[in-house]
């Protein structure tokens, strides 16, 4: 069976943003200028006389903490580093890799995580395009939003809680690394499914909004918006017992009702079906608990699936708790064990640091 990778995104840098420019480092920026380098070279002619090339100065690198070494890492480095500990986590898997396939999963340190099922082309034109077609009257009463979604969700978190790159830089970090991991997971699930947006069904659609070349399912601010929600409750709640994502989904808490709007825009906008953000809500919430637990030491986590072949409803948090409640439901849930040994430590204490931020 195929794994698909992912050859790396170009930026989605809107989540990256809140803040704005993380600021000018100077003499390590950007490369600096010519004129730059020939001034220090100067200034350092002028200024050390003879060298014998031996050290003059006791290294206060050497012999450091894994975790003071990635304090010290330049944002990009730091991005790579923890993408290539979480990432490595989790793989998709297709039957084939020619043709779009029925049903595929998503794993986690090789279970499965997330077992999904297609909807078939009758049920979208049949069952969903009718929600799309209600939804689109609030379009122009959420059309600010929808705009600024297309490259930013994570401000809509922000104004639910407290976020700042110098208070809260490790939460920050992971919410952004999570971000990221959607990214890696969603668009090869995306290929391997290949189900067609709703403009390719109905000349009516006309999105406010430009289609994105891709497949529609799962939806991907679906799932980057549930992830961040999931992974928000356990990082801003004070909260000792295990995070509980489906509790929290039938309380409707305030960061899994952002992620409802988030995701509902979609639909709202005419790129999304409702069965999108069901399929885009699972696994955003699985992936985020998964790797929550596995940082949390726990030695066990939720695998969810969703059967999309019938799925005939609309999308809210009501609806997916439904789902999740009723045994003859789409969305069925078990018990997966996982093994937290493997996190490493400089990860386990930026996640007890961030923790404690906020």
């Known amino acids: 069976m195929p794994i698909y990778g992912h050859e790396g995104h170009e930026g989605h840098e809107g989540h990256e943003g809140h803040e704005g420019h993380e600021g000018h480092e100077g003499h390590e920026g950007s490369g600096g200028s010519p004129a730059l380098s020939v001034a220090l070279g100067s200034a350092r002619d002028g200024t050390v006389g003879y060298w014998n090339g031996l050290p003059s100065r006791a290294s206060r690198v050497e012999g450091r903490s894994s975790w003071a070494a990635v304090k010290s890492l330049g944002t990009a480095?730091?991005?790579?580093?923890?993408?290539?500990?979480?990432?490595?986590?989790?793989?998709?898997?297709?039957?084939?890799?020619?043709?779009?396939?029925?049903?595929?999963?998503?794993?986690?340190?090789?279970?499965?995580?997330?077992?999904?099922?297609?909807?078939?082309?009758?049920?979208?034109?049949?069952?969903?395009?009718?929600?799309?077609?209600?939804?689109?009257?609030?379009?122009?009463?959420?059309?600010?939003?929808?705009?600024?979604?297309?490259?930013?969700?994570?401000s809509f978190f922000a104004s639910v809680s407290y976020m700042s790159s110098g208070?809260?830089?490790?939460?920050?970090?992971?919410?952004?690394?999570?971000?990221?991991?959607?990214?890696?997971?969603?668009?090869?699930?995306?290929?391997?499914?290949?189900?067609?947006?709703?403009?390719?069904?109905?000349?009516?659609?006309?999105?406010?909004?430009?289609?994105?070349g891709h497949g529609a399912w799962p939806s991907g601010h679906a799932t980057e918006s549930f992830a961040a929600a999931t992974l928000l409750s356990r990082l801003c709640y004070d909260d000792s017992e295990p995070l509980d994502p489906t509790a929290l989904l039938a309380k409707q808490t305030p960061f899994f009702r952002q992620a409802e709007r988030i995701a509902i825009n979609r639909t709202v906008a005419g790129v999304h079906y409702p069965t999108d953000s069901m399929a885009g809500a699972v696994l955003g919430v699985s992936m985020a608990e998964a790797l929550v637990n596995l940082l949390d030491e726990r030695e066990e986590t939720t695998a969810r699936s969703f059967d999309g072949r019938d799925y005939a409803s609309d999308f809210n948090l009501s609806l997916m708790s439904e789902q999740i409640a009723d045994p003859a439901g789409s969305i069925s849930e078990t018990k997966i064990a996982i093994d937290p040994s493997v996190v490493p430590d400089w990860l386990r204490t930026m996640w007890c640091k961030a923790l404690r931020e906020g």
Request: net charge neutral.
């Open 167 to 212: 208070a809260t830089k490790w939460q920050l970090a992971l919410l952004q690394a999570v971000f990221r991991l959607c990214t890696h997971i969603e668009m090869p699930v995306k290929l391997g499914f290949d189900v067609p947006r709703p403009i390719t069904l109905a000349y009516q659609v006309q999105p406010i909004i430009q289609t994105p």
């Open 77 to 154: 480095p730091r991005r790579a580093v923890m993408d290539q500990a979480i990432q490595s986590l989790y793989e998709v898997r297709f039957e084939q890799s020619d043709s779009a396939n029925a049903s595929g999963s998503v794993g986690f340190q090789g279970t499965p995580l997330v077992t999904l099922q297609r909807p078939s082309i009758e049920v979208l034109e049949e069952k969903q395009l009718g929600f799309l077609r209600a939804a689109a009257d609030l379009r122009y009463d959420r059309l600010a939003e929808i705009r600024v979604e297309t490259s930013n969700i994570q």
